[in-house]
């Protein structure tokens, strides 16, 4: 027995591989383990609104004022 691990996705109620399956013949019976992969989120995205406008104006303000202060050359 072969085994390989192959991205597929689910279209109108078909399993689709998005690579050639090299090796797989038409009928032949395979057996499928389903993984289900989470999409990346940007781990940000949890903080997004938890915070009023004001204070994201503050904090944008001190990220402003520091930047200024970096010296380019000492990078």
């Given at each position: 027995m072969v085994t390989r691990t192959v991205e597929a996705i689910f279209e109108n109620g078909v399993l689709r591989p998005l690579n050639?399956?090299?090796g797989?013949?038409?009928h032949d019976k395979v057996i499928i383990t389903?993984?289900?992969?989470?999409?990346?989120?940007?781990?940000?995205l949890k903080y997004a609104g938890?915070?009023?406008d004001e204070e994201a104006r503050e904090i944008n303000q001190i990220i402003e004022d520091e930047f200024?202060?970096?010296?380019?050359?000492g990078w």
């Open positions: 050639e399956l090299e797989v013949e038409e389903i993984e289900k992969v989470e999409p990346v989120r940007n781990p940000l938890i915070m009023s200024e202060r970096i010296d380019p050359n």
